[in-house]
């Protein structure tokens, strides 16, 4: 999730095309490197394209992550805002308002945030039971691209593109199925 120096402790194979995920040994390598970041703190930038608007809507702050499932958006501009995710609740905070979502409740919602979530765990099979799963590029400059598996998600969502460099998360990219698409991209580490 940060841009962090890393050290590789394996070697680096190339995938030339794109490989469906099965027997890929680099998605499985990248797996294995994203698993091992257990903490994140990083700046964002999100925009989101809707189609009844001229103009992104742009928001940006600071995310957190904690291994395994804790994740927390700290909204800073236009407005202050704090999203967290964990053990399938997400508590707001808006101002003097707190909401708390339990996702089971949302279905619709939760394959956008298993995606992230999976992603930054490096849990292939939990992506796998939601998406298909396609790597392309090599573990210094790589690409994923998810598209749901289910009748039921390819009605919310039409794709996910994560893209990053080793164990990093450069950018998400959500394009849902009516069209409308958001762009989150992440910064450098925050300063603590």
Not at 78 to 103: D, F
Not at 106 to 116: A, E, G, N, R, T
Not at 150 to 156: D, I, L, M, S
Request: aromatic share 4%; net charge negative; proline share 6%.
């Amino acid at each position: 999730m940060a841009r962090a120096a890393y050290a590789p402790t394996t070697d680096v194979a190339t995938a030339g095309a794109p490989t469906e995920a099965g027997p890929a040994t680099d998605l499985d390598r990248l797996m294995n490197l994203l698993a091992q970041r257990k903490h994140g703190h990083v700046s964002f930038v999100e925009k989101h394209f809707l189609a009844v608007l001229d103009r992104p809507v742009e928001s940006s702050g600071e995310l957190l992550y904690d291994a395994p499932d804790r994740l927390e958006k700290r909204t800073l501009k236009p407005k202050p805002e704090t999203l967290i995710l964990e053990h399938g609740v997400i508590t707001a905070h808006r101002g003097r308002h707190t909401y708390v979502l339990n996702l089971s409740d949302y279905p619709q919602i939760v394959p956008l945030i298993d995606s992230i979530r999976a992603t930054l765990a490096g849990d292939r099979s939990s992506l796998e039971r939601i998406f298909k799963v396609t790597l392309d590029g090599d573990l210094e400059h790589w690409q994923l691209l998810l598209a749901p598996s289910a009748p039921t998600v390819a009605k919310t969502v039409r794709q996910i593109h994560i893209e990053g460099a080793r164990d990093v998360i450069h950018s998400v990219e959500i394009q849902q199925a009516d069209g409308d698409r958001s762009l989150l991209t992440i910064g450098p580490e925050v300063a603590q």
